[in-house]
């Protein structure tokens, strides 16, 4: 009886060593500090080396010169992920310190792994984990404390911009970042059914610790927009209200009071959410509110995880389905939208639970300013416009040509898994080309870019031949989503507006108006319809008419002179 009472002992106090040796940062500190970005690796290499049902690898670069890991939980100890689907296993990606100051997801993913494998919590039978441990890596080696100036907590954490100070969650599409382009390798490696991306909230002061920002349940679309919106959302809620996690839908208002009645985030595919959209992934963000304590944030983002965890083996079965059948779902000639808006004929009412809050004049300022009273909590009936409605559209086209000079587009296309095939000879075909006919564009910088925007096209059959080595892209494949919202120009995130092909808005060729105006006033004379159209230009529009440049240029612009490359979108589309 002494010997086996020993040996329990002895058991009891190994268990103990290894969780000790895997107590967090987090933890040691009372729930005041987060680890840092080689204490989160250095953590997650011992807990590999001491749990058979964890990997780590560091797979391609970031800007900071380090790689980026990525660390999967199975309890199978499979880390094939092509041998994983073929189980149909569900795979939850996490993705955590995109902004490393909203370090709450960092924290909590490490307890989640270690407490899985020591059986704190039942291993998932349905659903591999793999977690991003900090995914903007520069930013994470840029340690303060100041930088978060309305964040209560940890003690120091990590800056938002990367090592070149990018912000990570503006860059899916444009990839400028190394980061970026090893996201887009691990996301296609993994090919996640459900991601989760970890922050900390911006905005209004309220009662709850968690939101949600799932992704936008119409453009997710179909049937997995609906389960999306009519299961998946109100399970989670569900789930954390039995374990006394309140969360409502991130507060998308900027200093006004909630009450008032808020809209979703449109996450367009610049965003985390958005990209991963592209390829009928069940998306959220995680918004922990920031003047919340810094422990009940983790210990929040904690809970939420392990409640996802349970929608989805609760569900596996069905997600799996349903993203099948959603990436069938775009058909050649079928309408797709590009952008959105709030349809104001549906709405969702959230009985939300604030604080009262009143504007009062500010002893700095003079004028009004925002103040919330934190003892007069409430819980009223808000409106959420959690509804959009297309607001353009066009049609799927069979293909899209690329000329092969527009190496920078190709090159992002390949990184994302894009199946195309080359022309393996000169070519005439019958395609619609677009003119870029109007466009806006930022006066001030915006992530590297000055983006334009309100991009209007007007669009042409014609046949034109394409020299040998152009691409012919076929809408007919998993990436379709993708295509369509970067290659259509009027797409918000789309490369033209991303400025890939800003080299087409100049133009090469001019005209010395001494030398050509004897040419314009003989193509007036030779040519009864263009002058009838340049006589009503001139009487409706009063600038034209006491600008002699412009008539010029106009009449050049219609002459054999004016190149045809000039606002002319160089991706062509195979109807």
Known sequence: MNRLFVFLISCLMVQNLFAQDFVTVFEKSNGTETATYHQTISYYENLAKTYPEISIQAIGKTDSGEPLHLVTLNPDKEFDFNKIRQANKRILLINNGIHPGESDGIDATMMLFRDMVQGRINLPKNTVLATIPIYNVGGSLNRNSGTRANQNGPKEYGFRGNARNYDLNRDFIKCDTENAK??????????????????????????YTLTHLFTQHNKLGGSLGEFLHEA????????????????????????????????????????????????????????THMLKPYRQR?????????????????????????????????RIGKKYPLDWEIDENQASTLQFKGYEGEFIKSEITGSNRLKYDRNKPFTKEVVYKNYFKPSIEVTVPRAYIIPQGWHNVIDLLKLNQIEMNRLEKDSTMLVESYRISNFETRKSAYEGHYMHYNTEVNSLEEEITFRKGGYVISTNQAGVRYLLETLEPQAPDSFFNWNFFDTILQQKEGFSPYVFEDEALELLNTNTELRTEFEKKKESDSQFANNWYAQLNWIFERSNHYEKAHMRYPVYRLN
């Open 298 to 330: 983790v210990e929040g983002t904690y809970e939420l995880m392990i409640s996802m965890i349970e929608v989805i083996e609760e569900n596996y079965e069905e997600i799996g389905l349903l993203r099948e059948v959603a990436f069938n779902g775009f």
């Open 182 to 207: 090893t996201f887009a390798q691990i996301f296609h490696l993994l090919k996640p059914d459900v991601f989760i991306d970890n922050h900390v909230s911006n905005g209004a002061d309220y009662q």
């Open 232 to 287: 998946l959302m109100p399970q989670l809620e569900s789930k954390l209200a039995q374990k006394n996690w309140d969360i409502t839908p991130y507060v998308n208002v900027f200093n006004q009071v909630p009450e008032k009645g808020f809209s979703q985030f449109m996450d367009y595919p610049r965003y985390s959410t958005g990209y991963t959209t592209l390829w009928n992934t069940l998306g959220m963000m995680v918004e």
